[in-house]
T-cell receptor, first 115, second 112 residues
Framework: EPEVTQTPSHQVTQMGQEVILRCVPI?????FYWYRQILGQKVEFLVS????????KSEIFDDQFSVERPDGSNFTLKIRSTKLEDSAMYFC?????????????FGSGTQLSVL | QKEVEQNSGPLSVPEGAIASLNCTYS??????FFWYRQYSGKSPELIMS????GDKEDGRFTAQLNKASQYVSLLIRDSQPSDSATYLC????????????FGAGTRLAVHP
């Protein structure tokens, strides 16, 4: 199973502030994803990213959210103006090049707390 | 709204027993089905994938799929205390690759 590193592991921020969550995958991954899990709730799809552009996004992924791969390695999720309800665990996920698609491997997660 | 339903549990089984976890899904066109294990405060860890009707075995784990009944299950043989976790059923959603729809999970407790 591949390792997907996410930083930071914990992020505390004030409501209205911008946060950037980072994911460092192995270079041969094809698809990148962000999922989130509010405490005690389901894991929810946010966005998928392929070939340096968004391929699909959910209704959760509104204008406050953006993703990019600025330097060809790190994959980031930005929340421009955080709200209390953005508090959740955010997971980066990837698929492995050369394997059957749809096998998602998750990173260790970033716990975001908005105060 | 596409749904994946699981009994939240907890499912309590003695060590060495078979744990049976069940999941139903609403979207008939779903083609890919997954079981993830999630320890408290950790990320989901892929255990099994299944794409065809029938059984698929991997070590102590067996996934079973019945597309006609829109039902997928996971059996864990010789359950160990280390298997105590929340088990998430996931189904590919409509549209693109890897947009998984997760169930809320079943909490499994294996007691010595």
């Amino acid at each position: 199973e591949p390792e997907v590193t996410q930083t930071p592991s914990h992020q505390v921020t004030q409501m209205g502030q911008e946060v950037i969550l980072r994911c460092v995958p192995i270079s041969n991954h094809l698809y990148f994803y962000w999922y989130r899990q509010i405490l005690g709730q389901k894991v929810e799809f946010l966005v998928s990213f392929y070939n340096n552009e968004i391929s699909e996004k959910s209704e959760i992924f509104d204008d406050q959210f953006s993703v990019e791969r600025p330097d060809g390695s790190n994959f980031t999720l930005k929340i421009r103006s955080t709200k209390l309800e953005d508090s959740a665990m955010y997971f980066c996920a990837i698929t492995i090049a050369g394997t059957a698609n749809e096998k998602l491997f998750f990173g260790s997660g970033t716990q975001l707390s908005v105060l | 709204q596409k749904e994946v339903e699981q009994n939240s549990g907890p499912l309590s089984v003695p060590e060495g027993a078979i744990a049976s976890l069940n999941c139903t899904y609403s979207d008939r066109v779903s083609q890919s089905f997954f079981w993830y294990r999630q320890y408290s405060g950790k990320s989901p860890e892929l255990i099994m994938s299944i794409y065809s009707n029938g059984d698929k075995e991997d070590g102590r784990f067996t996934a079973q799929l019945n597309k006609a009944s829109q039902y997928v299950s996971l059996l864990i043989r010789d359950s160990q205390p280390s298997d105590s976790a929340t088990y998430l059923c996931a189904v590919n959603g409509p549209g693109g690759y890897n947009k998984l729809i997760f169930g809320a999970g079943t909490r499994l407790a294996v007691h010595p």
